[in-house]
């Protein structure tokens, strides 16, 4: 029983909450948003680009490029709208 007074003392564990107001909250949902759909939008513009290159010779493969080139526009047009919608879900909830 070789037990010194530090190993035997417990530390005290503090919780601090992430999100201390309904504003941050919603700022973290911005912020996930955003990153999400960022994130999606970068890899459809990886993948169009990719089948644009590979493919150039298939009109198909070129068309489905194509339809991700425009999907990846709609998803980086959804991120930077990701703000708006906080603010409307802030002012139907009541945050300040």
Not at 20 to 44: C, E, K, S, Y
Not at 82 to 94: C, R
Request: charged content about 15%; some cysteine; glycine content about 12%.
């Amino acid at each position: 029983m070789l037990l010194t007074s530090s190993a035997a003392r417990a530390e005290t564990v503090q919780i601090v909450a992430l999100a201390q107001t309904i504003n941050d909250v919603f700022t973290n949902i911005r912020n996930w948003i955003m990153g999400i759909l960022a994130g999606v939008a970068l890899i459809l513009f990886t993948i169009a680009g990719l089948r644009y290159l590979l493919f150039s010779g298939d009109p198909s493969e070129v068309e489905k490029a194509k339809g991700a080139f425009k999907a990846g526009c709609v998803g980086f047009g959804l991120a930077a709208l990701a703000p708006l919608v906080v603010e409307i879900l802030k002012g139907i909830v009541g945050g300040v």
